[in-house]
């Protein structure tokens, strides 16, 4: 191999790799956390309406709330007495 060969070879490897390097520069981008911008418009959103109640407590009523205010305000002061 003469000198001229290498350099030519060298030369065409290194033209290579400066295309990989600008390749891999151009689709180089800066992560982003989170949804991609216009995915949440792609999706169906819920029709507005009434949500069904499934699970949970019963209404309570004025008078059982004061029923159970009166009962717990006799609780925390046999508490504060220290039992």
Do not use: F, H
């Not at 001229?4 to 070879?9: A, G, K, Q, R, Y």
């Not at 959103?45 to 209404?59: Q, V």
């Amino acid at each position: 191999m003469t000198i001229e060969t290498i350099c030519n070879e060298l030369i065409a490897e290194q033209n290579r790799i400066s295309a990989a390097i600008t390749a891999l520069m151009g689709t180089t981008t800066i992560k982003r956390r989170g949804r991609p911008p216009g995915v949440s418009s792609r999706v169906a959103k819920p029709a507005l309406g009434p949500i069904p109640i499934t699970a949970g407590r019963k209404p309570m009523s004025a008078d059982a709330r004061a029923a159970q205010s009166k009962r717990m305000k006799a609780y925390w002061r046999k508490q504060r007495k220290g039992n």
